[in-house]
């Protein structure tokens, strides 16, 4: 399930603060940082809550709005909040940091311990036109199955995935697609996935992509552009997808010839 719009900001006991020390060097934004840093590590602010906002927490723990503002900027800055509009403040796992190599972003949340979410925003079994049919190396015309995901990490929408697969997988339901990652049900049917040609950039996000990753309007965004090819150099997959760059990031190791 996604984000319920509706949830209840989860409140800090009148405690929590008690331990800060105001007369301290330590600068007091650093010091309830550290502390909020700490409540999300050990679970107490748990992946997905909402924080209550900064002119409550300022009323409630005697602290300024700007001593507040700059505790939050800080776990924003590290992945570990996230600001939404019309949501507040949200915590989440921290960034997604993705190695530049063929996975899916379904597997690489696993991995980080991260639960993925599916929403198919939009299906369609149609024909290719001659950019779809260069990228996958089939005839214009042919069968295709075109499908828009909105991918979540714990509540969270993290990027919009858009792919164009070849006719003989356009058995593949909506219902699929919400409860399996698309490499997985590509490895189920016995396609094995050995190489892709990827190109990286970055954007500003339309109206529509703005509102369903809950960024800004005109927020900057990454893109990815992937074609994969099976064992036997066919294209399998050509995706055209972008992602929020608070939450996620790519890595490339780079080695001197």
Request: charged residues 25%.
């Amino acid at each position: 399930m996604g984000w319920d719009m509706a949830q209840a900001e989860t409140l800090l006991p009148g405690d929590f603060f008690i331990d800060i020390d105001r007369s301290s060097p330590v600068p007091l934004y650093f010091q309830v940082s550290t502390k909020l840093e700490q409540a999300i590590q050990d679970g107490q602010l748990p992946a997905g809550s909402r924080l209550e906002n900064e002119i409550s927490l300022g009323q409630r723990f005697g602290l300024s709005r700007p001593t507040v503002r700059r505790a939050i900027q800080e776990l924003v800055d590290k992945g570990l909040l996230v600001r939404r509009r019309g949501i507040g403040t949200q915590v989440v796992h921290g960034q997604v940091t993705r190695n530049v190599e063929l996975t899916s972003l379904y597997d690489d949340l696993g991995r980080t311990g991260q639960k993925p979410t599916t929403k198919v925003i939009s299906y369609e079994i149609g024909e290719a036109d001659q950019a779809v049919a260069d990228s996958l190396g089939i005839t214009e015309g042919d069968t295709v199955l075109h499908v828009r995901r909105l991918r979540s990490a714990d509540g969270v929408p993290i990027a919009l995935l858009d792919n164009t697969l070849p006719g003989d997988f356009a058995d593949l339901t909506v219902d699929d697609l919400e409860q399996r990652g698309l490499y997985q049900l590509m490895r189920a049917r016995g396609v094995t996935m050995r190489v892709a040609k990827q190109r990286i950039g970055a954007r500003t996000a339309t109206a529509t992509e703005s509102r369903l990753l809950q960024l800004p309007k005109g927020a900057a965004l990454l893109t990815m552009a992937r074609t994969a090819f099976d064992s036997s150099g066919r294209a399998v997959e050509f995706g055209q997808h972008c992602y929020s760059p608070d939450l996620y990031s790519f890595e490339i190791t780079l080695v001197d010839k």
